[in-house]
Nanobody, 121 residues
Framework: QVQLVESGGGLVQPGGSLRLSCAASGSIFSINDMGWSRQAPGKQRELVAVITRGGSTSYADSVKGRFTISRDNAKNTVYLQMNSLKPEDTAVYYC???????????????WGQGTQVTVSS
């Protein structure tokens, strides 16, 4: 069993910053890619950022230069530093991780429960 638990969401004014965290726990042997997606009301879920085990990163065009994804492999944790936040960044943010369990042969994608980020004055 693998669990991903997010934290750090909340209400922030435009131009402000937030840092999201997501910790993976359970019967984990190895984690490959970790990432963040978001879903705004009435819209489809979109990929925000991905980071490989080796630290290579990629971002959606809408957040490049404002968001930074990072990870701590020793803690099985991924972070999303969000700066210069805009009202259009308002969404539920979900983390995900490609995990191989101790008893498993393949990697499977697991998702967190989501954390609300609201950008409003």
């Amino acid at each position: 069993q693998v669990q991903l638990v997010e934290s750090g969401g909340g209400l922030v004014q435009p131009g402000g910053s937030l840092r999201l965290s997501c910790a993976a726990s359970g019967s984990i042997f190895s984690i490959n890619d970790m990432g963040w997606s978001r879903q705004a009301p009435g819209k489809q879920r979109e990929l925000v950022a991905v980071i490989t085990r080796g630290g290579s990163t990629s971002y959606a065009d809408s957040v490049k230069g404002r968001f930074t994804i990072s990870r701590d492999n020793a803690k099985n944790t991924v972070y999303l530093q969000m700066n210069s936040l805009k009202p259009e960044d308002t969404a539920v943010y979900y983390c995900n991780a490609d995990v191989k369990q101790l008893s498993g042969l393949a990697y499977y994608k697991y998702w967190g429960q989501g954390t609300q980020v609201t950008v409003s004055s």
